[in-house]
Each structure stands twice: as C-alpha cells, then as structure tokens.
C-alpha cells in the first residue's frame, strides 16, 4: 500500500477524503483490505451505513501518522540546513489578532525570506497542530497543560474603555462599583449573568454589569462601544489601537480588570519536534520584534 499522510479518524474513507486523495472508492477499499490480510487484522468496522476504526486500527493510524510526520520533518531539517529559507510554513492565528498585528507584518517577513510561502489558517477554536499540519500557532490566555513548546510574546491583558461621546455623556467611572449605574456591553461566555472583576492593592472587587448588547463576538462589541453604546472590557491587543487613534478612552486605569481567570499570554506554540526549526523560529522572532516590548498596543495604556 502506498504511503500516503493519513487522514483523520473522523474522516476515515468519507467521500471528501477520497476526493483528496484522488482515487476511486473501490481502489481504496481493495488497497484496504491487502493492508488488513497482510497484518492480519481488521482494521475498520463496515456496515451499510457507516464506516469506524477499530482499537487497532486507530492504533495504525496513530503509529502511522507520526511515521509520516517524523519523515515530513527529516525533510524539512534537510532543506533548511543550508541556504536560504524555503518550503510553506503553516500558521494558525486567532481572526482579529491576525488582521489586526499579524498581516501588517508579513510583507517585510516575506521581503526578508522570498522563497518561503506562508500559509495563514485563521480560527478563534483551538485547533489541533498534529490533526492540521501546523507548524506555529498563536494563543491567547493561559495555556492549557500540553506537550506543546510555548514562547510568551507579550502579556495578555484588557481594559475597560468606551468612546469619548459615551464618557462625555454620562461621565467616567471612578470606582469598579459605579458601572452598576453604567451601560456595559457584555462578551457572552454562557454565562447567565456578566461579572467583571477588578484588582488593586491585593484585592478584588466583583461587579455584576448589565448592558444593552451581549455578543459572543469582540469585534461586534468594539464596534459598538466606538459608536457609543457604552462600556467594554477587551484585550489591550485589540482596542489599544483605538485608544491611540481617539476613538476609544481608558477608564479605572488603576485597576487591572478581567473575567475571573488566569489571563495568561499571547503565545507562540509548536510541536515539540518542530521548535527548532530554522522557518518557525525566523517567523517567531519577526512577530516578536514587530509586536514590541512593552507591546505597541500597551504603550498608550501603560
């Protein structure tokens, strides 16, 4: 059977993935079935209406991909061991963050390295860097437990801001407790009602805000909040632009304000096996350069 990149269990011998490996359902199960007798063992559960893996299929598959990843990465380590860079470099960014921080900095990145393509997957979901073929992804917040190499670009923090015609016409807050009097436009995180939190001093005041809009959407509330609809807490990275800019204005500046969680950072992660590679770290670097320290979008703020 020929060696081809597994596709995922999920997928496993679904139409499309027949489409992308551009052979005819009945090749594919004749290969299939050389495989399973040569091992001696099934594979695939198959009935009328569907097909699974079995425990050792899913077994192969796994073994299977990291084979073919191991050689994937031979290759690479070869092509970048001497000369310039070259080959696709896959990344996976979070929508705004890459719109906003990412694409302005790919045009002197790609300047720099003309024989390296870059391909941008963006997505605000987690996506899987095995399952998806990604070399470097950027996350935001605390970092779940991986086996995933992380490298901090800049703090991941927010402030509580709203346009200058909102705060002219119903004055700023001066203490977390006077937004219960205030319009606070809500990120929807499920949650039934809306708290944000507010740290000075080793202590933390919990007010519980309501608002004319909620939205599962940040992009939608900054909008909103640059119109004047009212009060909004969002990451530096997105609104210290619009604080530069005049359209929006910093309010309880001395207090660090959050949802209840760790906040964590703006990282960059890659699989174990790819952290040294010669086009992920060159990328890295560029971003973290072009971000800044302290961060551009913090400098207004701090």
Request: glycine share 8%.
């Amino acid at each position: 059977m020929a060696l081809e990149r597994a596709p995922g269990a999920r997928d496993l011998c679904s139409q499309s993935t027949i489409r992308r490996l551009s052979v005819a359902a009945s090749s594919l199960t004749r290969q299939l079935d050389a495989l399973e007798r040569d091992l001696g063992a099934r594979l695939v559960n198959r009935s009328t209406r569907r097909i699974s893996l079995t425990d050792a299929g899913a077994r192969y598959l796994d073994d299977a991909r990291r084979i073919l990843d191991a050689l994937e990465e031979a290759d690479r380590g070869v092509r970048e061991s001497d000369g310039p860079l070259r080959g696709t470099l896959r990344v996976s960014l979070p929508v705004a963050f890459a719109r906003l921080h990412v694409a302005p900095m790919l045009p002197g990145f790609l300047r720099r390295y003309p024989e390296l393509n870059v391909d941008v997957r963006v997505s605000d979901g987690l996506v899987d860097l095995v399952e998806e073929r990604i070399d470097v992804a950027i996350r935001l917040g605390a970092l779940p437990s991986s086996s995933l190499i992380a490298r901090k670009l800049a703090p991941h923090r927010r402030c509580l801001c709203a346009s200058p015609d909102y705060l002219g016409e119903h004055g700023a807050p001066t203490m977390p407790k006077d937004l219960k009097t205030h319009r606070c436009l809500i990120f929807d995180d499920g949650a039934e009602t809306a708290e944000w939190h507010f740290d000075a001093q080793d202590q933390t005041e919990r007010i519980t805000v309501t608002g004319p809009i909620r939205a599962n959407g940040s992009d939608v509330l900054r909008e909103a909040a640059i119109g004047g609809s009212g009060l909004i807490v969002m990451p530096t990275w997105l609104v210290g632009p619009d604080v530069v800019a005049g359209r929006l204005r910093p309010a309880l500046t001395d207090y660090e304000v959050h949802f209840g969680t760790p906040e964590g950072a703006i990282s960059a992660v890659t699989l174990p096996a790819r952290r040294g590679a010669k086009a992920v770290r060159a990328f890295v670097d560029a971003l973290a350069t072009h971000i800044g320290s302290p961060p551009s979008w913090d400098r207004a703020l701090l």
